[in-house]
């Protein structure tokens, strides 16, 4: 899956100046994609395959939590607040309703925001001068390009490629334009 439009190089460096604040929200973020994971099987719970690799998601999204919980404490920072995530907000407001529907809407929608965060953090670790944090950040990119490819699998899975490849392209578009409708912040999306 290729994106529609790379993220900018004044998005990285708005998230180079203000590291801070990107930290408290990419915990925040692997936060939120254990619980959409654990969401997943509470949703679906008889399809089996499904299961299994959100419940395998939820494990390893925690684990980046508590990976990067661990940097905020290194680096002498506390986690903040939640705030609304108004990227991932803007692209569920195109989840359709009929269950079936919805459930390759959930999928390919996953698919497309852990795409996007692939290739945010090869940026920032391939700028990043601390080689701790550029590893760290580059091995993120990697699992994530893994996460995007598992539900596009789980889509292939459950749904005829006929129905999933232009519905992907529906998200790969509106992800596109609800990127360039987002301000340039100091945040994964």
């Known amino acids: 899956m290729k994106l529609k439009v790379p993220s900018s190089k004044a998005w990285l460096h708005c998230v180079l100046a203000d590291f801070e604040t990107f930290l408290q929200d ?11 994971a654990m969401s997943m099987v509470t949703h679906y719970p008889d399809r089996t395959q499904l299961t299994r690799a959100m ?15 661990r940097l905020i404490e290194e680096q002498g920072f506390k986690l903040s607040a939640d705030v609304k995530d108004h ?3 803007a692209l569920r407001q195109h989840l359709r309703k ?6 390759l809407d959930r999928l390919l929608c996953a698919a497309v925001i ?3 965060g692939a290739e945010r953090f090869q940026m920032i670790g391939d700028a990043l001068n601390d080689a701790k944090l550029a590893t760290f950040y580059q091995t993120l990119a ?3 390009a893994q996460h995007h490819e598992l539900f596009v ?10 129905e999933v490849e232009p519905r992907l ?15 340039i912040r100091p945040r994964l999306h």
């Open 114 to 116: 852990e795409a996007r």
């Open 169 to 183: 392209e529906f998200w790969l578009a509106e992800e596109a334009a609800v990127l360039a409708a987002l301000p």
């Open 153 to 162: 699998n789980l889509a292939l899975t459950y749904f005829d490629p006929s």
């Open 26 to 36: 990419h915990a925040a973020n692997e936060r939120k994609a254990s619980s959409m």
């Open 87 to 89: 990227y991932v907000n």
């Open 55 to 69: 419940i395998d998601l939820a494990l390893e999204e925690l684990n980046h939590f508590r990976q990067v919980y």
């Open 98 to 103: 009929p269950s079936l529907d919805y459930l």
């Open 142 to 144: 990697r699992s994530e």
